[in-house]
């Protein structure tokens, strides 16, 4: 079994920035895909950034420019720096873990974006 801790969520004013940290733990052999969704009230849950095993990396459109994944591969842990937030961005983040044919959610971290 494979847990996902997030943190680094919070409130914040547009303008600002927040970086998100996502720690795996448990039986984890080799981590294929690491990434960030986010889900806002009454919206779908869509991808904001992620990095492969190989570093590559993917971005949302509304992450392009202002969001940076990365991840620490000794401490088994992917960031999300989120510069220039606006209140749009305000949502549900949460971690994604892919190994092997197995996937893993995290709980959530709140961020919120004050206009």
């Known amino acids: 079994q494979v847990q996902l801790v997030e943190s680094g969520g919070g409130l914040v004013q547009a303008g600002g920035s927040l970086r998100l940290s996502c720690a795996a733990s448990?039986?984890?052999?080799?981590?294929?895909?690491m990434g960030w969704y986010r889900q806002a009230p009454g919206k779908q849950r869509e991808l904001v950034a992620a990095?492969?095993?190989?570093?590559?990396?993917n971005y949302g459109d509304s992450a392009k420019g202002r969001f940076t994944v990365s991840r620490d591969n000794a401490k088994n842990t992917v960031y999300l720096q989120m510069n220039s937030l606006k209140p749009e961005d305000t949502a549900v983040y949460y971690c994604?873990?892919?190994?092997?044919?197995?996937?893993?959610w995290g709980q959530g971290t709140q961020v919120t974006v004050s206009a």
């Open positions: 448990g039986s984890i052999f080799s981590i294929d895909f």
């Open positions: 990095i492969t095993s190989g570093d590559s990396t």
């Open positions: 994604r873990l892919v190994t092997g044919r197995f996937i893993y």
